[in-house]
């Protein structure tokens, strides 16, 4: 029956009250009691500052985390049948229990600005005054009804397969099976159809992205530059980020100005070559392209030869590789060579395999190539990697593999924390040195650092080989753990990063949470933190990995300031 226009205001009141009556009493108890802590527990800092539509979605996925182990507690405690209590002191329960979770939940909320005060001082970010209590709970309201949403059409799905099926066969497989479908039906739903989609979108926005040329980014004339009308490779074909790589960097006159007239030894202009994904068709191809280029512009005759593993977009940090140049005078070649346009993330769920095969075959063609060429009149060899690109530039050689002709050294930063290399040698640490700076057997092969240099190891001598990884306490691209779902990860214990909040607690489940949200926020973290990695912190690396000639502390001091200096005018 429709009602009268006049009453419309007070029917749709009655209805939304009904509604909500009937959805209040459907609530459990130890499901609202587990939603509120785990709740409260997501306004506590982890790793990174957190804006409020990234706390909003935190503490929504928190609460219907929670809320799903109370009910799977509640069901347990029935499956082995326990007394429950009667119906009525149940629904005084729940009530009882709403009005904690609400409490707690405002509690929590108005004090959440501390804690987030606690990563931003240690990042020298201002303080907040408060941690917009309303928006975080109506942002978390929507995220956890939505999520809730969806788990109840799991269960009406499973109830109604099973009922189904009890038809046919015995309960108890009826139920067993009811739940493999539901399963599978939601698998094929939100991976087969939703996450299909949502890739072939972000696929092609992305690669529109890759395509764009970029007006500041002009064609090289010089011929001794890849892009150029005398290079291998077309400029249109090198990719947004290709360009850029190619395109920027110090200049012979940067140089010149920052070492002065009539140096010791005058800089020369550096070579950079980048190879597209559009540039060849097959890996193997792109691969042979990068050498052919780098003999075009006789890049083997320079001092040092860098093969950088770009990250998933293609890009390659121009902190890391401005310094060297300078370091090193402009004597330096380097090269990268693309293997996809999605964001770092992306390319790990679509293409996983597709960044280690393209590095690999980069490095077995160069490193082939360079075998080849008398010991004493090549360059020196050095692998580099951020990120994504750390981790498949750590795969591409095999150390036993190269034994007996060692490249250089690397400089990898920022290592994922899928990396076996890298989880294997933290493991392996010496006891006395914590998981956030590990100290490797003697350090003659390995050593690690931060925002501060701990490469200088008092009675540690460089082998042949010289590897570094840089990375920061506070980047969750390197220290998240899927085992922080129900254990405490190890650089969690005393002493902690200096990057990282002394109020940090873990809490199963929660802490989980709160990683994964903070690896979708760790590069928009201040720079020296998270994944941002300062250019000041690249040269230390580098002078311990590369050992630059003749340069004082001053110099270095001087560097450090410039390269500051462009690192915040590109950001």
């Known amino acids: 029956m429709t009602p009268p226009p006049l009453r419309w205001g007070r029917w749709l009141h009655s209805q939304v009250a009904y509604w ?15 939603a509120a802590l785990f709740f409260a527990g997501s306004l506590t800092p982890s790793l990174l500052p957190r804006s409020f539509a990234m706390q909003g979605v935190l503490s929504g996925a928190s609460l219907a985390a929670g809320y799903g182990v109370g009910v799977f507690g509640r069901w347990l405690w029935g499956y082995v049948e326990l007394p429950l209590p009667r119906e009525t002191v149940q629904r005084v329960a729940t009530l009882v229990a709403a009005g904690v979770s609400v409490t707690t939940a405002l509690i929590f909320l108005y004090t959440a600005a501390e804690w987030q005060n606690s990563i931003r001082v240690l990042m020298e970010l201002e303080p907040v005054d408060s941690a917009q209590p309303f928006r975080v709970g109506a942002i978390a309201v929507l995220v956890s009804v939505t ?34 479908l539901a399963i599978a039906l939601f698998w094929i739903v939100l991976n087969g159809v939703l996450f299909q989609f949502a890739i072939g979108t972000m696929d092609a926005s992305f690669q529109q992205v890759d ?15 890849t892009g150029s009308s005398a290079s291998l490779l077309a400029w249109d074909d090198l990719g947004r980020r290709g360009r850029e790589f190619v395109a920027a960097g110090p200049t012979l006159a940067d140089l010149q100005d920052f070492f002065g007239p009539e140096p010791i030894h005058p ?54 590789l401005d310094t060297l140049e300078y370091l090193h005078r402009g004597d330096v070649a380097s090269v990268a060579v693309q293997y996809s346009y999605l964001p770092s993330w992306l390319s790990l769920l679509v293409e996983p395999e597709y960044g280690e095969e393209t590095a690999r075959a980069v490095f077995q063609e160069i490193y082939g190539h360079w075998t080849g ?85 008092p009675g540690a001598d460089w082998g042949p ?28 214990l005393e002493p902690r990063g200096p990057d990282v909040s002394q109020e940090l607690r873990w809490y199963p489940v929660v802490t989980f949470l709160q990683l994964v949200v ?54």
Do not use: C
């Open 465 to 492: 080989i010289r590897i570094v990884y840089l990375q920061y306490a506070s980047d969750p691209i390197t220290f998240f753990e899927q085992q922080s779902l129900y254990r405490q990860p190890e650089w969690m």
């Open 211 to 225: 395509a764009r040329i970029e007006p500041e980014f002009a064609q090289p004339t010089d011929p001794g530059r």
């Open 20 to 34: 909500t009556f009937r959805f209040a009493a459907t609530l459990s108890t130890p499901g609202l009691l587990v």
């Open 518 to 571: 903070d690896m979708g926020a760790g590069d928009t973290a201040p720079m020296g933190y998270g994944h941002v990695y300062a250019p000041e912190h690249y040269i230390d690396a580098w002078i311990a990995v590369t050992d630059p000639p003749d340069w004082s502390s001053e110099d270095v001091e001087r560097l450090k300031r410039l390269a500051r200096a462009l690192a915040e005018a590109r950001s």
């Open 373 to 457: 060429l008398p010991r004493d009149d090549r360059p020196d060899l050095y692998l580099h990697g951020l990120s994504l690109g750390a981790l498949n530039s750590e795969r591409a050689a095999d150390l036993y593999d190269v034994i007996a002709d060692p490249f250089a050294g690397a400089l990898w930063t920022g290592p994922p924390f899928q990396g076996v290399n890298w989880r294997t040698i933290t493991a392996q640490r010496q006891p006395d040195s914590p998981a956030w700076l590990p100290r490797f057997r003697d350090g003659s092969i390995i050593r690690f650092t931060n925002q501060e240099n701990h490469l200088d190891i």
């Open 267 to 320: 800089p020369i202009e550096p070579i950079r070559v980048y190879v597209g994904l559009n540039s060849a068709e097959t890996i193997e191809e792109r691969a042979r392209l990068a050498l052919e280029e780098l003999e075009r512009v006789d890049a083997f005759e320079r001092a040092l030869l860098v093969l950088a593993t770009p990250t998933g977009t293609g890009w390659v940090d121009p902190d890391a």
């Open 147 to 180: 999520l809730l949403g969806v788990g109840r059409l799991f269960a009406w799905t499973f109830r109604s397969i099973s009922t189904w099926l009890d038809r046919f066969i015995p309960a108890h497989v009826a139920n067993v099976a009811g739940a493999v």
